[in-house]
């Protein structure tokens, strides 16, 4: 089974067994009832959320079985998961991220520009960061550049993107 990264548990809020925990999702996946899995020691330690509330920047989680200070303090800096079998469909024009890494990208000529290595997000949009012959570049991830994605990506390359040496 795939799992997907969305949180990281930064310390123990409480005696009553909250989480601060940095959501690393774009998806909401800290919801009372949802399953998501905390990877402990190389191992995958399925939890079911019992309370979410905000805190800043930050939610505080408490999960079912777990509401104890002494049952979670052990959690510390450990990532939270969603497994694949537990993602929500997408609607059209929605992609998991993690679905985009390592596709091949293409320009609207179809020449081969590159493979995605990741996503960075930024404040004003989200950018590929795309690999190419030994170079690095991005693409704001916006429909005026990324023109089809599918099992590969078509953007819209406009000079000057792609600084070849």
């Known amino acids: 089974m795939n799992y997907y990264r969305c949180g990281k548990i930064m310390t123990t809020h409480g005696i009553k067994g909250e ?23 190389e191992e995958y ?17 408490s999960f079912e079985d777990m509401l104890d200070i002494n ?12 497994s694949e079998e537990d993602r929500e469909e997408l609607e059209e024009d929605e992609y998991y991220y993690s679905d985009l890494i390592g596709c091949p990208v293409y320009n609207q000529n179809q020449v081969f520009r590159g ?17 190419y012959n030994n170079i690095h570049y991005y693409v704001p991830f916006i429909n005026e550049f990324v023109l089809e994605v599918t099992d ?3 953007i819209q390359e406009i000079e000057g993107l792609i ?3």
């Open 115 to 131: 493979t995605v290595e990741e996503i960075k997000e930024m404040p004003q949009c989200d950018y590929l960061y795309i690999a």
């Open 71 to 82: 049952l979670v303090e052990k959690y510390h800096l450990d990532e939270i998961y969603v």
């Open 152 to 154: 590969r990506i078509v």
């Open 163 to 165: 600084r070849e040496n």
């Open 19 to 41: 989480l601060k925990v940095k959501v690393t999702s774009d998806f909401d996946r800290f919801v009372k009832g949802n399953t998501l899995y905390i990877l402990h020691n």
């Open 45 to 61: 330690i399925k939890v079911v959320v019992h309370h979410v509330s905000d805190f800043g920047k930050y939610l505080l989680v």
